[in-house]
């Protein structure tokens, strides 16, 4: 095989190991799973908060409940003093002080009220939330699965390019392949085209007239480059 056709070999073996990487980091699989794991963590991150939220205020609810249980307790001794004392002296600053008492169970208890009815309309949100959480936590691990099968597919097809390659660029003489792989570094791994009519396919820039005709007449296997990109042609 002339040293033009080995390198079209070589550069068709390295440009669909191009395109399977770029394939296997661009799998469906990957966007879908992605976008799983965003929709996941902000569901978790929700019910993070809401159960944060949930908890705080339960230890509010007893801690008033527990405040409101002691006043109770509180107000009925000094109920029991008023009753007994004959001094108005006593009973007046009995009664303010049990006044003052129950202003403070009854701010309590307005604020049960609230943390109550907060709970109850909270519980079917965290419900919800739980169900959504499962339901996407499933979805998860299919979609995890799913881009495990479809990395082995690639990978497979990869190896398989990789053999190839190591049998193609055993082909191509040394320093020929060493001028290939500099070429390739630096034009985005293309570093043989074709020449289309008066086109090179590695630019995809027009060559003058006289050019094209002078890569026309040169012998089938003689190498040529194209004078506005440096790719080698084949023509």
Do not use: W
Not at 51 to 56: E, F, K, S, Y
Not at 128 to 145: F, Y
């Amino acid at each position: 095989m002339d040293g033009l056709h080995v390198l079209v070999r070589l550069q068709e073996v390295d440009t669909a190991i191009d395109q399977a990487r770029h394939r296997r980091a661009n799998l469906p699989e990957r966007k879908a799973l992605a976008a799983l794991r965003s929709e996941l963590a902000g569901v978790r991150s929700t019910l993070t908060e809401m159960t944060g939220a949930r908890d705080t205020a339960a230890e509010e609810q007893r801690r008033r409940e527990a405040e409101v249980e002691a006043i109770e307790v509180k107000r009925a001794s000094l109920a029991k003093k008023l009753a007994a004392t004959a001094v108005p002296r006593e009973a007046d600053a009995l009664t303010a002080e049990l006044a003052a008492l129950r202003a403070r169970q009854d701010e309590h208890e307005e604020r049960l009220l609230e943390l109550m009815e907060d709970d109850e309309s909270r519980g079917p949100r965290l419900e919800a939330l739980v169900a959504d959480e499962a339901s996407l936590a499933e979805r998860h691990t299919v979609a995890t699965a799913e881009l495990a099968a479809a990395e082995a597919a690639v990978d497979a097809e990869m190896a398989a390019l990789d053999t190839a390659r190591v049998d193609a660029a055993a082909a191509v003489p040394d320093g020929l392949l060493t001028r290939y792989e500099k070429l390739r570094a630096h034009l985005g791994g293309v570093a043989v085209a074709r020449l289309d009519g008066a086109r090179c396919t590695g630019c995809n820039l027009t060559l003058p007239t006289s050019e094209v005709e002078r890569l026309r007449h040169l012998a089938a296997d003689t190498l040529a480059e194209c004078e506005q990109c440096g790719r080698l042609l084949v023509h």
